[in-house]
């Protein structure tokens, strides 16, 4: 029974530190929220949501997400122009962000009294 529990943690253990990893990369959380909030967008849209973030980093983020298959990249039906959206998996976040607003709101003021 002890050697299953220490496997059980240890795979639990692995699987927190990947989705940490993941979601607490810099921008990651933005990029996550703005689309859970406004759906599909333009780069250009995007950038605009996350001011701070540079074109490079936020170039960077994107394919990171798509290769973690959290964000795709899909092409207009009816042009060439290219949005970015989240996966089921990355929509699956949506309780993850909920909940961190929560908590934010109850303990991050965004000034000294935090």
Not at 8 to 24: H, N, P, T, V
Not at 29 to 47: D, H, Y
Not at 76 to 102: C, N, W
Request: glycine letters at 6%; one cysteine or more.
């Amino acid at each position: 029974m002890g050697k299953k529990r220490m496997r059980d943690e240890k795979c639990l253990c692995a699987s927190f530190q990947a989705a940490f990893q993941i979601l607490g990369r810099k921008w990651n959380g933005m990029i996550i929220q703005s689309l859970l909030v406004s759906g599909p967008l333009r780069f250009g849209e995007l950038a605009l949501k996350i001011p701070d973030c540079s074109d490079r980093v936020l170039t960077a983020r994107l394919k990171d997400l798509q290769e973690d298959e959290i964000v795709a990249r899909k092409t207009s039906s009816d042009s060439a122009l290219i949005f970015y959206d989240l996966t089921q998996k990355g929509q699956d976040l949506r309780p993850v962000m909920e909940a961190t607003h929560a908590w934010a709101d109850k303990w991050c003021h965004g000034d000294d009294e935090a």
